[in-house]
């Protein structure tokens, strides 16, 4: 599924839209480190942080879209940089465990 059309059945808030992509699969994390080294490409990667570091790290491991979990909004730095690239940023206000099954229940993955 698309991040577009997976982002309208989910109902999340869009805070930036990237370029059109396919959700291939899902990773959780908050330690960047550990995402840069084992996130997969085209995933859906769902965290609790909201600064510019996660736009720089999205690029990095060429994830189709961010989802922000528990209701949290990115800050300025964030949102500017994700505008400013073709990164989806998403915001959700299950934990990432309720949306992380979201994901795989609404992509197949």
């Known amino acids: 599924m ?9 109902g999340y808030t869009v805070f930036a839209e990237g370029e059109e992509r396919q959700i291939e699969s899902g990773y959780c994390g908050d330690f960047l480190s550990n995402i840069i080294s084992r996130a997969p ?10 600064n ?4 720089a790290v999205a690029t990095l491991i060429d994830c189709a879209c961010i989802i922000l979990c528990e209701g949290v909004s ?3 730095a964030l949102l ?4 400013s690239l073709p990164v989806w940023l998403l915001g959700a206000q299950g934990n ?5 099954k979201k994901v795989s229940a609404l992509c197949g993955v």
């Not at 490409?41 to 909201?50: G, K, R």
């Not at 990432?96 to 992380?100: L, N, P």
């Open 2 to 10: 698309n991040v577009r059309e997976f982002a309208a059945k989910a």
């Open 41 to 50: 490409d085209s995933c859906a990667w769902l965290t609790v942080m909201n």
């Open 52 to 55: 510019v570091n996660v736009a």
């Open 74 to 76: 990115p800050d300025e």
């Open 80 to 83: 500017a940089r994700a505008k």
């Open 96 to 100: 990432v465990f309720e949306e992380a």
